[in-house]
């Protein structure tokens, strides 16, 4: 194993953020798959809805920012792993009143952990669910989510 920090035999952690967005919010979702980011796309967007996770580790936060403060209704945000979403409660944001918020647990959590790929060709992948309520409003925020995942037993 490599040395972090000229320590021999330490466990390496590597932090990470995956960025999802979803434009105009609309109201009535129900366990929809939100978008992945990307700035540089031809069209602005990409129709893709989940990141890659070479490695297995845990999710330890998750934030969100709404472009205007929320007037009715509630939003949840769930991480998934691989189409289902996580079991950890401390992680499963709901927006009532306000334009953003972040929720952080420890990273041994049992529900925020994913195991190492199977192989190259079946690997984890990351994704984020949104439900709205049939009242959320305004219907014109957009709304950026940010997932942070400690990918750990990282060999560089």
Do not use: E, H
Not at 25 to 37: L, N, W, Y
């Amino acid at each position: 194993m490599p040395q972090l920090l000229s320590i021999p035999q330490v466990t390496q952690f590597i932090p990470t953020r995956y960025s999802f967005a979803q434009p105009n919010v609309p109201a009535s979702q129900s366990g929809v798959q939100m978008k992945i980011t990307a700035t540089d796309a031809a069209s602005g967007t990409l129709n893709l809805t989940d990141y890659v996770l070479p490695f297995g580790g845990s999710i330890y936060a998750i934030a969100y920012r709404l472009s205007a403060a929320v007037s009715t209704g509630t939003l949840s945000l769930v991480p998934t792993i691989n189409g289902t979403p996580i079991t950890a409660a401390g992680l499963l944001l709901s927006a009532v009143s306000d334009t953003y918020r972040f929720a952080q647990i420890d990273g041994q959590t049992p529900g925020a952990r994913f195991a190492v790929p199977a192989s190259k060709t079946t690997p984890n992948r990351l994704g984020c669910q949104i439900t709205t309520s049939g009242t959320w409003s305004p219907t014109n925020s957009d709304l950026w989510v940010d997932v942070y995942l400690l990918f750990d037993g990282v060999q560089l």
